[in-house]
């Protein structure tokens, strides 16, 4: 009786599961290519976090059906669903890898800038650096904790972090804030230098 009782728990219908697999896959190859960043607590979980998360959650239903349902239900995804899955899976999984690898190689760092704006947005910023060049790029993040893509990115020279060494200026107006960034004599700002921190008012 018991056994009948978590099988008709676990059981939901194959449209559904076929929706929420592929939703869930997708969200995540996005979530891992796309340039998104989630601040939670004061604390940053990058695009490729992100993605590994939604495929967790992606994965976990197909898991434990199958765990307790064994296979007395049978298959009934079609073969397009099956390579549509299986793509966005590997497309998932190589843009998490792929971050993954990224943050380490380029000793990523992630700061949550103070003070906030307006409304609670804020301004964060990843900086990296590889060989003798230095990278930054910048993200306005909402109420909601969810950035969707960078609002601007520089390129500084010797892999100086100028986030990091405290040489930036972050000014919020009515419209938004300025993040303005500064190098040195010795390790100048090669390319752009500055962001608008615009959450969307």
């Given at each position: 009786?018991?056994?009948?009782?978590?099988?008709?728990?676990?059981?939901?219908?194959?449209?559904?599961?076929?929706?929420?697999?592929?939703v869930g896959?997708?969200?995540?190859?996005?979530?891992?290519?796309?340039?998104?960043?989630?601040?939670?607590?004061?604390?940053?979980?990058?695009?490729?976090?992100?993605?590994?998360?939604?495929?967790?959650?992606?994965?976990?239903?197909?898991?434990?059906?199958?765990?307790?349902?064994?296979?007395?239900?049978?298959?009934?995804?079609?073969?397009?669903?099956?390579?549509?899955?299986?793509?966005?899976?590997?497309?998932?999984?190589?843009?998490?890898?792929?971050?993954?690898?990224?943050?380490?190689?380029?000793?990523?760092?992630?700061h949550v800038?103070?003070?906030?704006?307006?409304d609670g947005?804020?301004?964060?910023?990843?900086?990296?650096?590889?060989?003798?060049?230095?990278?930054?790029?910048?993200?306005?993040?909402?109420?909601?904790?969810?950035?969707?893509?960078?609002?601007?990115?520089?390129?500084?020279?010797?892999?100086?972090?100028?986030?990091?060494?405290?040489?930036?200026?972050?000014?919020?107006?009515?419209?938004?804030?300025?993040?303005?960034?500064?190098?040195?004599?010795?390790?100048?700002?090669?390319?752009?230098?500055?962001?608008?921190?615009?959450?969307?008012?």
């Amino acid at each position: 009786m018991a056994d009948a009782e978590v099988q008709r728990s676990v059981r939901v219908p194959p449209a559904v599961r076929v929706a929420g697999g592929l939703v869930g896959s997708g969200a995540a190859a996005v979530a891992s290519w796309g340039g998104v960043l989630l601040v939670v607590q004061g604390r940053v979980v990058p695009g490729w976090g992100v993605g590994a998360g939604l495929l967790v959650l992606a994965c976990a239903p197909a898991w434990v059906r199958r765990r307790a349902t064994a296979s007395r239900i049978p298959r009934e995804r079609g073969t397009w669903e099956r390579v549509g899955r299986r793509l966005l899976l590997v497309v998932a999984v190589l843009g998490v890898a792929w971050g993954a690898a990224d943050d380490v190689l380029s000793g990523a760092e992630y700061h949550v800038l103070r003070p906030a704006g307006p409304d609670g947005c804020t301004a964060v910023v990843r900086e990296t650096s590889f060989l003798v060049i230095g990278n930054g790029e910048a993200y306005a993040v909402g109420r909601t904790g969810l950035a969707l893509g960078e609002s601007g990115s520089w390129t500084v020279d010797d892999g100086y972090r100028p986030v990091r060494a405290g040489s930036y200026e972050l000014h919020w107006g009515p419209d938004g804030g300025r993040l303005r960034i500064s190098g040195t004599s010795t390790d100048p700002v090669l390319q752009g230098g500055g962001a608008d921190i615009d959450c969307g008012w």
